[in-house]
């Protein structure tokens, strides 16, 4: 039974760039979360999904940062216009209840 | 807002030696409370969970009881290995707000042969 499935699990990108983060949920889990943790810090909530619904973005930068989870496909989280202070670890995690299951992240690297 | 709060580290032990991180947590209500390791370089595991008040969740060695009258949630295991050495989060499901986790910082453990 595959895991959560993240891709890249490394990403340079140049300031001003596109940056493309994607996350395949385990398999029968409808439910996606994504959190960042940033240098020496624990995680933070950014976007929770459902199929084609985006259910709470609370913890998203209100610019640059979108994220989808189509009905077909895995969930995207896009960050467009790189800044230096996105370089982080960003991690999905499924569900299909209460326990949440990680992947083993992208980490993204602004140069 | 809900919170959790976990004692900083790093924390440095020799094999065999007796484990305690502790964990507090501010919460409306009475969340589901998980413990998540973090080996170098990997993303989270999940450790164990506890849904309600004197819940016991252990795996692994690992054991941390749920104490409503001291909103704790400790990780304690009796002996550690140098496989343990990694970093432990503890954190609450916030479900009024949609359903996510609330993380502490976390803990570095690193243990000696």
């Known amino acids: 039974n595959a895991g959560v499935m993240q891709n890249p699990r490394h990403l340079v990108r140049r300031r001003g760039q596109e940056a493309r983060l994607r996350c395949s949920p385990m398999?029968?889990?409808?439910?996606v979360y994504w959190y960042r943790q940033l240098p020496e810090e624990g995680l933070k909530f950014m976007v929770y999904l459902q199929k084609e619904n985006i259910i709470d973005e609370s913890g998203m930068p209100k610019e640059r940062f979108s994220a989808e989870f189509p009905k077909e496909g895995p969930s995207i989280l896009r960050i467009q216009q790189v800044v230096r202070g996105d370089s982080a670890a960003y991690f999905c995690?499924?569900?299909?209840?209460?326990?949440?299951?990680f992947g083993p992240g992208t980490r993204l690297l602004v140069l | 807002g809900d919170s959790v709060t976990q004692m900083e580290g790093p924390v440095t032990l020799s094999e065999e030696a007796f484990l305690t991180i502790n964990c507090t947590y501010t919460a409306t209500g009475y969340p589901s409370l998980f413990w998540y390791v973090q080996y170098p370089g990997e993303g989270l595991q999940l450790l164990l969970k506890?849904?309600?008040?004197?819940d016991k969740g252990s795996n692994k060695g690992f054991e941390a009881t749920y104490r409503k009258e001291t909103t704790s949630f400790h990780l304690e295991k009796g002996s550690v290995q140098v496989s343990d050495s990694a970093v432990y989060f503890c954190?609450?499901?916030?479900?009024?707000?949609?359903?996510?986790?609330?993380f502490g910082a976390g803990t570095i453990l690193r243990v000696k042969s």
């Open positions: 506890a849904t309600k008040a004197d």
């Open positions: 398999k029968g889990h409808s439910h």
């Open positions: 954190a609450l499901l916030q479900m009024e707000y949609g359903n996510k986790l609330v």
């Open positions: 995690a499924s569900s299909n209840g209460e326990t949440q299951y």
